[in-house]
């Protein structure tokens, strides 16, 4: 009886390995220490007439700086400073497309985000949401969007997360933190300048450069690895060893990061990340824990999984002296730990890649309790 079901699970995965992905890329970059400069030329053809206007999503971290009085306004061009300070929530976004939608009798000529991943996915959703009907939250999951989305710019401030690159926008919605999965996520263009990086602080820009880093580890450690993603991913591991073990200029070091950022996106759009990830889902969900230093949070203590990874994470912490807090589980009590075990546990695809089709001999609720314990 077993080894039917054996034969019936193996033939399944055959038909399955059969359906490759079919994914969009970004269809226009330009990179380039003060690449910024020529947005203005970029949206020129993508303006539709001048009562259609670009709304500029703005991390407010930027507000009264010289980046703000360099964004090309004309027309009825509309600026939003927006706080990066809480995840993107799908509330957030129903919210900013109720606003332009009634600030304007036209649909926008685009949306342009500028910041780091929060922004990004932010911009994305809003471009989604204002051509599709309903609530952000009802297109949670993957290719439930029915309409392209209207011209989307992503700008990134902060390297590591590979949103720039990926065809997802992760939102937490009521029911659950989830991406919008779909062909009309993925950005029409995006500029890398890696100047705009200047300002990052030291912990933030090790939290969000550890995002790639862990992608890459995750990634290259799966079991749904293919060349593909190899080779996306081996490049993105290279630069960051580079940037955070090597002896760079904070030119390069800025150049470096933008681009295992984007390859490290990459590599993922091909395979899937893994365990650091799947229980930072439930630290985040659970206690609003951003996904930078969640993964790190997680990840320290992952030598069981990724034993090489994590012994260089730790020798970059040390070379970068980045104390990461303690005692963020310290207080919580069954049904907490519970909550975030579930959101860990739903992230089937997560585990199916980091550990293979058997995950759940290995991984338990009582594991992922004694590993969210130490954090
Ligand atoms: P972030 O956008 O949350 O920003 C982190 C902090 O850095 C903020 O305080 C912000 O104001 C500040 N900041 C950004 N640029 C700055 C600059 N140039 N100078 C000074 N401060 C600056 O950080 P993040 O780590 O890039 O993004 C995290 C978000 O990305 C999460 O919401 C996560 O879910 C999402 N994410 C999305 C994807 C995807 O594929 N869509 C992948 C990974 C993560
Ligand atoms: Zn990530």
């Known amino acids: ?27 226009r970059v330009v990179f380039g220490r003060g690449s910024f400069n020529q947005l203005s030329e970029i949206l020129m053809p993508n303006r539709k007439h001048s009562d259609a206007p670009f709304i500029f999503l703005v991390d407010d971290v930027f507000e009264g700086t010289e980046l703000v009085k360099r964004i090309p306004l004309i027309f009825n061009d509309q600026l939003i ?28 000529s685009g949306i342009v985000g500028i910041g780091g991943g929060t922004l990004l996915d932010l911009s994305k959703a809003v471009s989604i949401m204002l051509t599709n009907r309903g609530s952000a939250a009802d297109y949670q999951g993957w290719d439930l969007v029915q309409k392209k989305a209207v011209y989307h710019v ?45 300002g990052v602080d030291k912990a933030q820009w090790f939290y969000t450069g550890m995002d790639c880093y862990i992608h890459c ?31 760079l200029s904070p030119e390069e070091s800025r150049d470096k990061l933008m681009m295992a950022s984007w390859h490290g996106g990459m590599s993922i759009a091909y395979s899937q990340v893994g365990v650091a990830h799947a229980m930072s889902y439930g630290l985040s969900y659970l206690l609003g824990v951003k996904h930078g230093i969640g993964n790190c949070l997680v990840f320290q203590h992952l030598e069981e999984f990724y034993p ?36 860990a546990m739903g992230m089937e695809p997560l585990w199916e890649n980091a550990l293979g089709q058997h995950w759940r001999k290995v991984i338990t609720p009582e594991k992922l309790k004694s590993i969210y314990k130490k954090i």
């Open 1 to 27: 009886m077993q080894l039917k079901k054996d034969i019936a699970i193996k033939k399944k995965s055959a038909t399955q390995s059969l359906g490759y992905r079919n994914f969009p890329m970004v269809p």
């Open 81 to 108: 400073f927006i706080s990066a300070d809480e995840e993107p929530k799908t509330e957030q976004v129903d919210y900013l497309v109720k606003r332009i939608r009634s600030d304007f009798t036209e649909l926008p």
């Open 154 to 198: 992503g700008i990134p401030t902060i390297s590591g997360t590979g949103a720039e690159v990926s065809r997802t926008t992760v939102l937490l919605g009521p029911k659950m933190k989830l991406g919008i999965n779909s062909d009309n996520t993925t950005f029409n263009q995006v500029v890398l300048d890696p100047d705009l990086a200047q």
């Open 217 to 247: 580890i995750e990634s290259l450690n799966g079991t749904y690895l293919n060349a593909f993603s190899q080779s996306y991913g081996e490049k993105a591991f290279d630069l960051c060893k580079e940037v955070y073990l090597g002896d």
């Open 308 to 343: 090489e990874g994590v012994a260089l994470f730790h020798l970059m912490r040390e070379k970068h002296q980045i104390e990461l807090p303690t005692g963020v589980c310290s207080n919580l009590d069954a049904s907490d730990f519970e909550t975030m075990i579930n959101v």
